[in-house]
């Protein structure tokens, strides 16, 4: 029997203390693996996805050590200066068809594999990713075919990607309405190689946040790159010189998450007495910080103190509005929660992008916010819904999928009867002490 989660009827009250920011996390491991000397990451919570990261980083030959569920210790890889992969069991200095690859366990994370796959060529490593759950459905085109251009090979085999060959400098090219996660991926490995790239994405950015995320480690990392600045719809061109080095401080500490957070601040709108969120970076780049601009344009009453911030949510009379999803896609669950709870037509619109996540997220939140008794329309690329103030409860199928499952949490404060979510420890995807968090609130 599949296990279940029972989350009691009623509006919550408290403090909240949010993770690390796993987008932060994946580039920070990354950079460090590629470093000059030891760093020690300090990470309030590590979730499965990143744990997918340092996992797939000590298959490459990386010494990763975590202590306390908090602080990570990075020993660089040797090998990584301009790509010579000489630590690697697969370097040219042996035959690659008669050596075992190296098993990466990227799990279902999707960050994990667009990261890592092109810093395996950038290593030569003859490598095997072992994905899970929808992960080997989800699209790597073009991302797939600019690495072979440059002189990657790959191969999918169920639910395996194997990949062989070195990455190659020079002139690579993406759309820009693609997941960010694949600009990302070239952005943290082509200093790294031999000679001098650029990289050009065409036409608009969708979640440029994101790619400031990694620019932002970049620079950290004292790694040097150009780019035009352009996030108009005109082309974004990024000139990289080759034969870099990362050189991280050796102490670092990985901000919250506001992806996280959101759930929380989303709870405090639902709660007369309210919910602080502590420790929110209110000057961070990660584009989910969005969610406060939302509850205010909803009519959340909210309050800020102390940096790094104290966040104090409150419910007011909340309204619907029209929402453009485009620059935050993962807010899109929750946000809504908080549609169902407010009076008038709510619209999320630009939301495509979610039928490719850990489920089809427009369609499993549809059918989340219509079981619990909310009126939903499901388009193409948005969400109508109709507010009702109130929901009545029942059995969410999370669909293995940790924004449904915690979204369906924060959705029992507006309910008149529990809330049953199935596959309940899916939220360790992201947040791997959620229910423990959650469970620390009184209900009010």
């Not at 796993?22 to 491991?29: G, N």
């Not at 950079?31 to 990451?41: E, F, H, I, Q, R």
């Not at 989303?266 to 007495?273: R, V």
């Amino acid at each position: 029997m599949q296990p279940t989660r029972k989350v009691l009827p009623g509006p919550r009250t408290g403090i909240a203390h949010i993770p690390g920011s796993k987008s932060k996390a994946h580039r920070l491991l990354i950079m460090a693996a590629l470093s000059d000397a030891p760093t020690t990451l300090e990470c309030n919570g590590l979730s499965n996805d990143i744990l997918a990261t340092i996992n797939c980083l000590k298959a490459l030959g990386c010494d990763i050590t975590t202590e306390d569920d908090s602080l990570i210790r990075v020993i660089p890889l040797s090998s990584a200066l301009s790509g010579s992969g000489d630590n690697l069991k697969n370097s040219d200095t042996e035959s690659t068809d008669k050596l075992t690859p190296n098993i990466l366990p990227c799990r279902d994370s999707g960050s994990t594999l667009r990261f890592i796959l092109p810093l395996a060529g950038v290593l030569n490593a003859q490598a095997c990713f072992e994905m899970e759950g929808r992960l080997p459905e989800r699209p790597l085109a073009p991302y797939d075919s600019e690495l072979e251009a440059h002189g990657m090979k790959l191969r999918k085999d169920g639910n395996s990607l194997h990949c062989e060959g070195r990455l190659l400098p020079g002139n690579y090219t993406l759309p820009g309405n693609v997941t960010s996660q694949y600009i990302s991926g070239l952005l943290m490995s082509l200093p790294f190689l031999g000679g001098d790239s650029t990289l050009t994405i065409t036409g608009p950015i969708e979640s440029s946040d994101y790619i400031h995320i990694t620019e932002d480690v970049l620079r950290l990392a004292g790694i040097r790159f150009t780019c035009n600045n352009v996030y108009d719809g005109s082309d974004l061109v990024y000139h990289i010189p080759g034969g870099q080095r990362s050189q991280l401080p050796d102490k670092l500490s990985v901000e919250s998450d506001w992806s996280g957070g959101a759930f929380f601040l989303c709870l405090g709108a639902l709660s007369p007495a309210g919910i602080t969120v502590r420790g929110l970076n209110t000057d961070s780049t990660q584009g989910d910080k969005a969610i406060l601009d939302i509850l205010k344009r909803f009519g959340a009453d909210i309050s800020i103190e102390n940096d790094p911030a104290d966040i104090t949510v409150r419910h007011s009379a909340l309204k619907g509005c029209e929402i453009d999803a485009a620059g935050y896609p993962d807010l899109v669950p929750i946000i809504g929660v908080i549609a169902a709870a407010a009076s008038g037509t709510t619209r999320i619109i630009n939301a495509g992008r979610l039928r490719l996540k850990e489920s089809d997220r427009l369609k499993t939140t549809a059918e989340m916010l219509t079981v619990l008794g909310a009126t939903v329309t499901e388009g193409e690329d948005s969400l109508t819904i109709e507010g009702r103030g109130s929901l009545k409860g029942g059995t969410i199928d999370s669909h293995d999928d940790h924004r449904i499952a915690m979204s369906a949490a924060v959705a029992a404060s507006i309910c008149d009867a529990p809330v049953i979510v199935t596959a309940p420890e899916c939220v360790k995807k992201s947040f791997a002490d959620f229910w423990e968090v959650f469970e620390e609130l009184g209900i009010c």
